[in-house]
């Protein structure tokens, strides 16, 4: 029923944009006509990590291009803008019959969106992105606070976080106090989800976030999120996520960046019901949460900390194809951070696991982590 | 008969909210936003996203400043890519398509205004942050400020038809101040002797050009990039070469940052400098932050 009325929402909406949108005639200044806006990034990885040194171990030790992405974007014309970023990585598969790993190169769309403001107060978008579901599932890598996404976010939303071909509509809602929206997708259900992998290509899945962000001074804000999410999972079956989020940010009116603090945390929760065609079994719950901080202590550096716990109970192999392990890991991050300037960056970051056993059986593990990321092209957005 | 008149009052307070409306405004700093003061006087409400005391390339994109855009009629921006990197998420975020860039409630001063600071040759990030069009801070510039009034006061006039002639007076009169005032600081200026100054950030170019002042000399060794020892050593060279006796830093930048100058030349005059209205508590419009700049030339120590 969902399904159908955010469907019937969009063909309404698009069938009165069409109908009654006039377009804007004043021309574009500034912005060749040919040429949209390029820009790219590449993040260069050491690692060095007790799971790294296994010969079947998918994240290998040394040094890497964790990833490259190429954006392209531009006004389509009065109505819409186009962003498509493409992404390049390495893909590495282990094969169990000669004992090694094998690199391959993945190039693939990130995202690929059309976007529309023309009606007041409602973005839509359409294509393919990453979902509005709590705050560091938007993040693409190279502006992640740290080397990699938290435990909670790779386990229960995937390695590429969720990210599908779908619709979505953002309403700015009329509060004049503090910024408000409300945000609802619709997403394909075909994607790198395997949480949300159904056989039935009529099955997708219902987003919803709400993100309210509060100016407490100046120079303080707080921003507190709840997000939703449900679909369909290959077992015929359903999975729903929820989340929330709370970030409080410091940023200093004067005297540059010194002085800025982010203490943020968020939460996912995720229940799948697991069944087969003659059996149901108990739903496997996944839950987790990471809370972070980073301090600039001076206009170049920044410390930064985190701690993340994540939980899984009842995934049953036998019946779940994308089962994760029950077991629970804590996970304890320290990093400092240079910005050369706003086009590069250098992340040295040292983390401490204590998860399910490794190849060796031993549950706790030691990373070490050398990042550096470049910027070139279209100047990159100050997000907040 | 009691109805009647709740009617007529509840029809002339809508009618007289049209009527009387003030144009809501933003702008991307506090000296655009003195101008617009300066100019619509009570019939503007105007929201300037950057602060006085912070660094406009530096602003972030929060979305509180979304809320004030959704509802602005003009958003006017000093342009030359100073703020593309905050104002157009902001925008976009806004979800106003009213002052998208490149429509008519979008409007960008700083390549009306014949920038100084053009760059003749190809340039790439190598050079530091560059703005290859020109340079973006005119805003103490008393001349090309009151130009800028006029273009002002003219897109006041196209929004507001009914006050065209009110908001382009104030605008000539801004402008003849500022020409006048003009007058008054270039004598001052002259009498103090001083021909050559070093800067942290090219932000008082036009104010230098202006005036007739020498400032090709920054703090920094590219736009962008904190300055190093190497150039600090660079900077004592020529100093001394050129007889220069004035270091001004911008405000929002590290005061200490002329350390290695101060060692070398313990009589330098190392001063921080408010660049924009409201960088410091008594800068209230654009005429006392030139005045202050002036002053802070006229100081013997």
């Known amino acids: 029923m969902l399904k159908i009325m955010l469907f019937l929402n969009f063909f309404y909406f698009f069938y009165v944009f069409i ?66 970023i493409l992404s390049i990585a390495p893909e590495y598969e282990y094969d169990a019959t000669t004992d090694t790993v094998i690199q391959d190169w993945i190039i693939e769309p990130e995202e690929a969106f059309a976007l529309s403001n023309y009606f007041s107060g409602i973005t839509f978008k359409l294509g393919k992105f990453k979902a509005e579901f709590g705050k560091h599932n938007l993040l693409h890598s190279h502006a992640y606070p740290f080397v990699d996404a ?18 979505s509509a953002a309403i700015l809602l009329p509060f004049k106090s503090f910024y408000s929206e409300l945000t609802v997708q619709y997403l394909r259900g075909e994607g790198e989800n395997s949480e949300f992998s159904s056989k039935n290509s009529n099955d997708g899945i219902s987003v919803m976030h709400w993100k309210n962000l509060m100016d407490l001074s100046d120079s ?62 108990d739903d496997e719950n996944g839950k987790g949460f990471s809370i972070w901080a980073q301090y600039q202590f001076t206009e170049r550096w920044s410390l930064l900390t985190r701690y993340e716990s994540f939980e899984v109970k009842n995934s049953e192999a036998l019946v779940n194809e994308n089962a994760l392990i029950n077991d629970k890991t804590i996970k304890k991050s320290l990093a400092f951070n ?38 070139i092209g279209s100047h990159p957005v100050h997000s907040y | 008969m009691k109805s009647l008149l709740f009617f007529y009052s509840f029809v002339f307070l809508i009618y007289s909210n049209f009527l009387f409306a003030k144009i809501n405004l933003v702008t991307t700093t506090t000296d655009l936003a003195a101008i617009v003061i300066a100019i619509g006087k009570n019939n503007v409400e105007v929201m300037s996203i950057a602060k006085g005391t912070q660094d406009p390339h530096q602003v972030s994109a929060k979305p509180s400043f979304m809320i004030k855009l959704r509802d602005a009629q ?60 020109g340079n973006p801070h005119f805003q103490l510039d008393p001349i090309r400020l009151g130009q800028a009034a006029i273009i002002i006061g003219e ?17 000539k009169k801004f402008q003849e101040e500022m020409s006048v005032k003009w007058n008054e600081w270039k004598k001052r200026l002259v009498a103090t002797g001083i021909k050559e100054i070093i ?54 930048f590290d005061r200490d940052s002329a350390g290695k100058i101060k060692e070398s030349i313990p009589d330098m005059r190392i001063s921080p400098v408010p660049v924009s209205v409201g960088g410091e508590a008594e800068i209230s419009d654009n005429f006392i932050l030139i005045e202050k700049i002036v002053q802070l030339f006229e100081m013997k120590k």
């Open chain 1, 150 to 167: 938290p435990i909670t976010n790779d386990q229960l939303l995937g390695g590429e976080g969720l990210n599908d071909v779908g619709a």
């Open chain 2, 74 to 133: 003009l958003v006017i921006a000093q342009g030359l890519e100073l703020e593309d990197a905050w104002i157009i998420p902001l925008i976009d975020g806004s979800r106003n398509p009213k002052i998208k860039k490149g429509t008519s409630g979008y409007l960008e001063l700083g390549s009306l205004l014949n920038p100084i600071d053009v760059a003749s040759t190809q340039v790439s990030r190598s050079n530091g942050d560059v703005h290859p069009n």
């Open chain 2, 199 to 252: 800067t942290y950030h090219k932000t008082l170019n036009y104010f230098c050009t202006s005036f007739g002042i020498i400032c090709q000399l920054q703090l920094e060794p590219k736009p962008g990039i904190p300055p190093t020892i190497s150039h600090s050593l660079e900077l004592i060279k020529q100093i001394k070469d050129k007889k220069i006796h004035l270091v001004l830093i911008e405000n929002y």
């Open chain 1, 338 to 375: 240079f910005n050369a300037t706003e086009f590069s960056s250098f992340k040295f970051e040292c983390d401490r696991l204590e998860g399910p056993p490794m190849n060796n059986g031993k549950r706790d593990e030691n990373r070490i982590f050398l990042q550096a990321n470049f910027t």
């Open chain 1, 220 to 281: 303080f804000t707080m921003e507190i999120g709840g997000s939703y999410a449900e679909g369909n999972n290959s077992m015929n079956a359903k999975t729903k996520l929820i989340g929330g989020d709370l970030t409080f940010k410091y940023i200093p009116l004067s005297g540059g960046k010194v002085g800025s603090l982010t203490l943020a945390g968020e939460f996912i929760g995720r229940n799948q019901e697991q069944k087969n065609l003659t059996t149901s079994y």
């Open chain 1, 19 to 84: 109908a009654f949108a006039q377009p804007n005639n004043s021309p574009t200044i500034n912005q060749s006509l040919r040429t949209p806006n390029v820009s790219a990034n590449a993040l260069f990885l050491y690692r060095n990590t007790t799971s790294g040194k296994f010969s079947n171990s998918i994240e290998r030790n040394g040094l890497d291009i964790q990833e490259t992405e190429i954006a392209f974007y531009s006004d389509v014309d009065p109505y819409s803008s186009l962003n498509v």
């Open chain 2, 155 to 171: 897109r006041l006039g196209q929004i507001d038809p009914n006050l065209k002639d009110f908001y382009q007076q104030n605008a």
